[in-house]
């Protein structure tokens, strides 16, 4: 048999990109609302933080499952299922009537896209050949982050048109087309549509374990559970920035619109978009996936390290630093194959669904956290039912952050690059 053209891989993974894309669209929602989610659900910072988390509490619960189901059952069910929810949990999410019915939305939409990363690396590896492994993971990494800048000013200007439930509403009902499509179109191997896999047949044969088994045998290897804490630094606190606290921060201290403060977290978005693929085009040709991340990530830290200094400085150098830091952050993308590459075969999905958790350990935890610390030291100022808080308090916000960036950065040295098979 032949090998599938490239248009056939494409489209296949192309649906699973725009689901990826879906699915971070969903996430940083909450920064370009948060005006509307504070003041029609009466959230102080606290609240919010903890409404937006919702999202990545489902994320992180489903992520270590999804490996070892996606390892056992097919990514295209998972990307079925996946789409059906989202749209379901869209539309809760836009009639809610109380924080309590919002938090369930974004629970549902968050469970839903906790299938997508796992799934589609999976489907990268028996759709593509392996040595287009990391460039494609950080393609699929920008694609999905457009999804995120199209949650910014573009969804500000929907939601000031068109109200904020009809646009959240109206992407639910997408979803559901999205899974029409899927069910047609994808296929979890090249065989179904009578090509040759790029996956060897021996390893389509490997023996499977039980969902117990696969999770105790996971223990076993490092990389991948230091690789989760190291994600949960470097991407987890770059998207608490960009997917919550970094739009109030910017418009509050800064005095600009949430518009302009959206254009500004979008810029970051597309940057590390930009960097994703970047990092994985230059781990491929290196053949290592250490040093790339190590520098991305120190790049991450340097620039956060800028912005906890002088949260206050003027935009003209905030904003290139911020955008240096995104770039450095999308090496992230390495983290995947990094982990694929330190497990054996039957548990790969499983360290990459660990990995991936990891993001959203961090991100769940740094949330709600910022946002009691700016409550703690809010000085009873309100605008139109809003919160308005000062620029110490968002200082003490970013140390913690910052804190939590640097302890990741260093744990990254502790990975092995290119373990042996057995435990590491």
Known sequence: MHLPPLRLSALVWGLAAAFYLFGFFQRVTPASLAPDLMRDFALSAAG?????????????AVQIPTGVLVDRFGPSRMFLGGALLAGAGSLIF???????AAGLGRALIGAAHGV??????KLVTHWFAPSRFATLSGLSLAVGTLGAVLAGPPL?????????????????????VLAVAIKLAMRDDPTARGFASYLPKRDHDVPKASIAADLRAILRYRNPWLLALVNSGVCGAFLAFTGLWGVPLLSQVHGISVAQASLVTSGMLVLFAAGAPVFGVWSDRLQRRKLPFALGGSLMLAGFAVLTALPAAPLLLLVPVLLAASFGAGSMALSFGFAKESAPLRLQGTATGVVNAGVMLGTLVQMPVIGLILDARWQGVAINGVRQYDVGAFQAGLVFLLAWIAAAVLLLLGTREKPRAGPG
């Open 156 to 176: 500000r200007w929907l939601a000031d048109a068109f109200g904020w439930r009809s646009v959240i509403g109206a992407s639910g009902l997408l979803a559901l």
């Open 116 to 121: 997508a990363w796992v799934s589609m690396l």
């Open 94 to 100: 836009a009639w809610a009537d109380t924080a309590l």
């Open 48 to 60: 919010l933080g903890n409404l937006s988390a919702f999202y990545y509490y489902a994320y992180a």
